[in-house]
């Protein structure tokens, strides 16, 4: 049997979704936070796909002003979208959100130094309440010319982890991208960040 875990009191975590996410779900109700994102002015382009009985909620957008990075980015993406965990069998355990942002910027030397300076510092801070990381270099998969994927966790040996991280050459369009991925949990309407599966 898997068990959905959550911990309290992630003082660093916190901090980082206060500084980097324009809407920061832990900070009140999940409602509260869900009429936020989707009521945010800043946000252009939306796309929301309210949830029915076969799928999850879905929002998706961008920002051009909101910029929580050392350089300006040419813009912001967001998407939050539901996500539902089955067992081999199929049956549904249960369901969480992931909470994306993707800061796009152009690929020139100077921005390349500041965005991995910027990728380092997030890391760094990150790792002091979740201390086991699994780091991935990206360089050539994909085709992708560099880039790093770090994912951070409370637990060695869970599936899912809170917060996953990367910086990345996107050639094709002459950008780089910093993606921070958070992953929560709705508990008793307020969102509590993931901590993996665990087993029972």
């Known amino acids: 049997m898997w068990l959905a ?12 979704v206060k500084e980097y996410y324009r ?8 409602s509260g936070f869900i009429d936020a994102l989707s ?21 998706r957008g961008n920002y051009k ?20 965990v089955r067992s081999t069998e199929q049956r549904f355990l249960f369901s969480y959100y992931n909470y994306q942002i993707v800061a796009f ?17 997030l890391v760094r801070k990150l790792r002091r309440s979740l201390f086991y990381t699994n780091v991935v270099d990206l360089k050539g998969y994909n085709n992708l010319e ?4 770090t994912t951070l966790n409370d637990w060695a040996t869970l599936e899912l982890a809170p ?5 990345q050459t996107l050639g094709e369009s002459r950008h780089l991208a910093i993606t921070l991925l958070l992953r ?11 901590h993996g599966l665990r087993p029972f």
């Open 65 to 84: 002003v909101f910029n929580p990075f050392s350089i300006n980015a040419a813009k912001v993406d967001v998407i939050f979208y539901e996500k539902a």
């Open 184 to 194: 929560i949990k709705q508990d008793n309407n307020y969102a509590v960040p993931l």
């Open 23 to 30: 809407v920061d779900p832990l900070a009140g109700t999940f």
């Open 105 to 121: 910027f152009p690929d020139t030397e100077r921005n390349r130094k500041v965005v991995k300076r910027d990728y380092k510092k």
């Open 163 to 167: 917060i996953t991280v990367s910086w």
């Open 39 to 59: 009521s945010d002015t800043a946000l252009h382009n939306k796309q929301v796909l309210k949830q029915t009985d076969t799928t999850g909620y879905y929002l």
């Open 146 to 149: 560099d880039g790093e994927i």
């Open 5 to 16: 875990c959550t911990a309290y009191g992630q003082d660093d975590l916190s901090r980082v």
